[in-house]
């Protein structure tokens, strides 16, 4: 395949739409895969899912889209093994850049407080019970 070609090779696309959707999106436009009405569609579609789904994105990235992408790969034998090990490699990298990542939803903060009131130091839990007080 050539340098050329690789954005008329459907496994490809797919692939690169799943792991990396601006170079997906690059090569969906550039290459004679899909119809323009159904490039629209499938752009449309893209957004929808990048804007619509917020934080679920990157779950879906991490644990669906970028497993998928190499499957599509592997499964395509016309597709040369090392550019699988590197799709591979990059979608290990997103799993363990989201498992690594903070949560989004408040971090840990789980409502758990320490305020002070005069001289006294109080320790909330999760359910905002007073669980400890310390007064100078």
Known sequence: MSIAGWQNNRTLLHAWLLLFFPVGLY???AG?????????????????AFLGLGV????????????????LLWKDKGIKRPTVYK?????AVFVLLFLAAPSRQGGYDDGSA????????YY?????????????
Do not use: H
């Open 27 to 29: 090569a969906l436009w």
């Open 56 to 71: 679920a994105f990157d779950a879906l990235l991490a644990l669906v889209f970028a497993p998928l992408a190499v499957f």
């Open 114 to 121: 320490v305020f002070q009131d005069g001289n006294c130091t």
């Open 124 to 136: 909330r839990d999760s359910n905002n019970n007073v669980i400890g007080r310390s007064c100078d």
């Open 87 to 91: 799709f591979a490699a990059a979608a």
């Open 32 to 48: 004679n895969v899909y119809e323009k009405n159904m490039k629209g569609m499938i752009t449309g579609g893209v957004v929808i």
